[in-house]
């Protein structure tokens, strides 16, 4: 039996299941560098790369390894970014965060709200205690957004990945079930 994708409802997003049917609108902020800029991704190419990231999503969730939803702007229905948890380790009760948004959506509190229900979401249904981020000390908005969540900077990972040819260096981030009210 298919599990059931779970949809949430936030005052201005619906946050769900990516179908493939997305993979144009994904396509547009999966292409723009300042979009992947942060992301250890080079800016998506083609239409299969979107689409094989749609793959992706759908298979950590089937695999129980994580779950990645498309953000959804409910004036026009369209995937205007995604977030999630992935590297999940149920036995630790801890998994890490990931999140992109499409850049006409900046700075207009849309990533704060969503990431503020998939937090809560997954302290209460997925009994996590520690939710992780990890960031590149450049990416000033995602560190603000993080802190602005009651994310914790706990220290520097040095080289801590090799992506788009090169070593990054990557803040991490966490927070806990008890540093938030989960109502």
């Avoid at 939803?69 to 970014?81: A, D, F, L, S, Y």
């Avoid at 229900?117 to 520690?130: D, K, M, V």
């Avoid at 803040?171 to 806990?176: K, P, T, V």
Wanted: overall charge negative; some cysteine; hydrophobic content about 35%.
């Amino acid at each position: 039996m298919k599990k059931k994708f779970p949809i949430i409802e936030t005052d201005r997003l619906i946050l769900r299941e990516v179908l493939k049917e997305d993979s144009a609108d994904m396509f547009l902020y999966l292409s723009d560098k300042e979009v992947m800029k942060h992301m250890g991704l080079e800016p998506f190419q083609t239409q299969k790369e979107t689409l094989d990231e749609i793959g992706w999503y759908q298979t950590i969730f089937k695999e129980a390894t994580g779950i990645r939803w498309g953000i959804t702007h409910k004036e026009n229905g369209r995937v205007i970014g995604s977030c999630g948890f992935f590297n999940t380790h149920p036995e630790h009760s801890r998994a890490e965060i990931g999140y992109e948004l499409s850049k006409e959506y900046w700075g207009k509190g849309i990533a704060s709200e969503a990431l503020e229900a998939i937090i809560h979401y997954g302290f209460q249904h997925f009994q996590l205690e520690r939710v992780e981020a990890l960031v590149e000390p450049a990416n000033s908005a995602s560190l603000k957004l993080l802190e602005k969540n009651g994310f914790k900077q706990e220290g520097l990972l040095r080289h801590y990945e090799f992506t788009c040819g090169k070593f990054d260096d990557l803040y991490i981030y966490s927070i806990l079930k008890g540093d938030v009210v989960t109502t």
